[in-house]
């Protein structure tokens, strides 16, 4: 096997996508892993989560017993009696997921327990438990003692910190830190010497471990606690107000951290005040907390005023904002990368999914290059001297060049016969669009005529679509929105110009959207059959701008254009079980989806058939009796209309130009995507 860089499955234990594919099954398999956890059927031990009823604990109880209630798996918490309960809060959310029924036969599984914090109660025995997680507050003596009883009464019990600050080295136990908010967010930062049971079997629930380093405090919070401290240290420096400053943060970089800090609640600004603390004492004043947090770390009080004003205050110097925000930021990076804490894609998906990021740390650091980095971190030591006396390391920024550096979000490996090409993030962006050129011309090179497309079976979970933000520029720019569709399309035929045989694989929840467009690309279509596919674009409204308008229905055929014509002017999705045959080729379990697959790619007998791409110009219904015609689904069977009624060779430039012209459009402004811009870019 050869790949452009290491498979981040392979960090976890669990090989590589090809492997999955050659095996006809996931690595890890949830039943087994359940068994080996916590023990076999009718003899189940419990998952006991210390600390159950903080904001922590009792997201993870949800998490976790959701998952685990079909296997008769009991969820134990522990807490003081006094303790708030965070449990019951957690009721409305479960109940909106799982219905009446459902969220019900959860929370019967979840059993409770109060104690002293000194003695564990009498009954606990009682259950057995295999598993401990602990989320008790962040003071390390306490913690240590904590483990030490349970290790008393429970000698063979794997123990587990959610801890947001403090090293394996410290704690003397397994890390798996989740991000907020705890109930929702996939995410756990893993410290083990060799990934365990436990983390194969988050995975194979369908959660995401991240296997990172032993070092103080963790990746999400080095990014999260940095962008929060480098916002406050410019009010310091501006006495610009909270609300003012945090819209500029998240204009720039994407999160409101100071209303983050509001919404988890007033212990928020203690926890940020505790990693900062420790990471300053490890390495230096880049980290030191500002007299605002030192303030809120004791009073708990909100970052946001109840009454803030509406003023209409530009920025004076957004140069020196950036120096301020990002160079720390920066800086924080290049100790991130000096100490190899993680995989390079690793790092940068946890600065998108958890601290939320528009792009990750990685992706911005590569699009400015080496230069503008240092020199912004030069910049802010100008501002901040103090910040210049340690962990800075800017040669970590000197080989960019590499595929790990290159290909944050795709990959591609091969056995010398079939490449198998995975994306490993969730929407679509230019970052990703020209790593997967990359990812194909890399196969090309390397003699490959047969390939499968799909997500890389650990972060992308599933494929939303394409990333929005992307549009915004062509809210107002047509030519900005023409490059978008242009170059997107242009890359996604690649997969049916310049392969022998290309297969689209779909697994997860869902395919939507631009990565649905992407997919529909590849000669073949296989998917799991519970998978939800749609294209959504109507309900935003966007007029799809990866052919969406004309290669669905080009492949559907005659006999299936209503099919496809609901699809596109409903928004609804379809299971990928009632797509087969017209959207797709192939839908089953997941076991037969991916032999099938891999049959298809690999020149087996597989027996299904391809369906014809029609290439020259046809006609299509112009009415679909039950949808009511609105302005959008209007503009995009206008868009149908003209993108099949001219031969393949011209639909690209046809469709690519109708979703520019839509994109600057009252309705585009005015929808979904053109509110969220406005939310993001107006101060």
């Known amino acids: 096997m050869k790949s452009m860089r290491q498979t981040t499955l392979e960090t976890l234990g669990l090989g590589s996508v090809l492997e999955i594919f050659q095996n006809g099954r996931l690595p890890a398999n949830e039943s087994e892993l359940v068994d080996k956890v916590f023990g076999p059927a009718g003899n189940r031990g419990a998952l006991l989560i210390s600390g159950g009823n903080g904001i922590v604990g009792s997201g993870k109880a949800m998490q976790l017993g959701s998952r685990l209630v079909k296997y008769g798996v009991p969820i134990v918490t522990l807490d003081l009696p006094d303790a708030p309960d965070g449990i019951g809060k957690q009721y409305g959310g479960l109940k909106r997921s799982f219905g009446a029924k459902g969220s019900t036969d959860i929370m019967s ?13 009498d009954g606990l025995s ?76 988050l995975s194979a629930m369908g959660l995401i471990p991240v296997m990172v380093g032993d070092y103080w405090s963790f990746i999400l919070d080095v990014l999260f606690c940095g962008i929060t401290l480098a916002a406050t240290r410019y009010h310091g420096a501006t006495n610009m107000p909270f609300w003012k400053l945090d819209k500029y943060v998240r204009r720039l970089v994407g999160p409101n951290p100071l209303r983050a800090h509001d919404a988890i609640g007033p212990g928020a600004s203690f926890l940020t005040w505790s990693c900062l603390h420790h990471l300053t004492e490890m390495y230096g004043d880049v980290f030191a907390p500002s007299p605002e947090l030192m303030r809120r770390k004791e009073s708990g009080e909100n970052w946001y005023s109840s009454n803030r004003p509406v003023v209409d205050w530009e920025m004076d110097d957004d140069d020196e ?187 997860g929840k869902r395919c939507l959207g631009g990565m649905m467009e992407l997919m529909m690309h590849c000669h073949y279509l296989v998917a799991t059959d519970g998978a939800q596919l749609g294209m959504p674009e109507v309900t935003l409204p966007v007029i799809p701008g990866m052919e969406g308008c004309h290669w669905a229905l080009r492949k559907a055929g005659s006999a299936n254009y209503n099919k496809a014509l609901q699809l596109l002017l409903t928004g609804k999705p379809v299971k990928a079980a009632n797509g087969a045959g017209w959207l797709l080729d192939y839908a089953g379990s997941v076991e037969d989806a991916l032999s099938t697959a891999w049959k298809i790619a690999s020149g087996g007998d597989h027996g299904i058939a391809l369906r014809k791409l029609e290439e020259g110009a046809f006609s299509i219904p112009t009415e ?51 509110s969220a811009a406005k939310k993001m870019l107006d101060i």
Not at 109 to 121: E, K, M, T
Request: negative net charge; contains cysteine; aromatic residues 10%.
């Open 624 to 674: 679909v009796a039950g949808i009511p015609a609105t302005d959008a689904s209007k503009a995009i069977m206008d868009c149908i209309q003209a993108s099949c009624g001219v031969p393949l060779s011209q639909a690209l430039e046809i469709q690519a130009k109708h979703s520019a012209g839509f994109m600057v459009s009252k309705l585009c402004n005015k929808g979904v995507i053109g």
């Open 109 to 121: 599984n979840i059993i409770r327990f109060n104690y002293d914090g000194g003695s564990l109660p």
């Open 126 to 201: 009682k259950y057995n438990p295999r598993f401990v997680l602990e989320a008790i507050p962040e003071i390390l003596p306490l913690k240590r003692s904590h483990y030490d009883l349970m290790r008393q009464t429970f000698p063979e019990v794997e123990i587990r910190s959610v801890t947001s600050g403090f090293p394996n080295k410290e704690l003397g136990v397994g890390i798996l830190h989740p991000s907020f908010p705890h109930e929702i967010n996939k995410i756990w930062e893993v410290v083990e010497d060799e990934p365990s049971d436990i983390t194969k079997l």
């Open 321 to 507: 904002f950036q120096s301020w925000i990002m160079g720390p930021i920066f800086q924080m990076t290049s100790l991130l990368l000096h100490e190899k804490r993680a995989h390079l894609t690793h790092m940068n998906a946890i600065g998108e999914l958890c601290a939320q990021f528009t792009h990750g740390v990685n992706a911005q650091v590569r699009r400015l290059g080496a230069d503008a980095v240092i020199g912004r971190v030069e910049a802010y030591h100008k501002l901040h001297p103090q910040a210049a006396g340690g962990a800075w390391y800017p040669e970590v920024f000197e080989n960019m060049g590499t595929p790990d550096w290159q290909q944050l979000y795709v990959n591609a490996e091969h056995d010398g016969k079939v490449g198998v090409i995975t994306i490993s993030r969730e929407s679509l962006n230019w970052d990703v669009v020209d790593e997967l050129n990359s990812a194909i011309s890399w196969l090309k090179a390397e003699g490959i005529s047969k390939i499968i497309l799909t997500g890389d079976f650990h972060l992308s979970t599933q494929l939303v679509g394409a990333d929005t933000t992307e549009f915004y520029d062509g809210l107002k720019d047509e030519a900005a929105g023409y490059k978008v569709a242009k170059g997107w399309s242009e890359m996604a035929r690649r997969f049916n110009d310049e392969f022998d045989v290309s297969v689209g694989f779909i697994n």
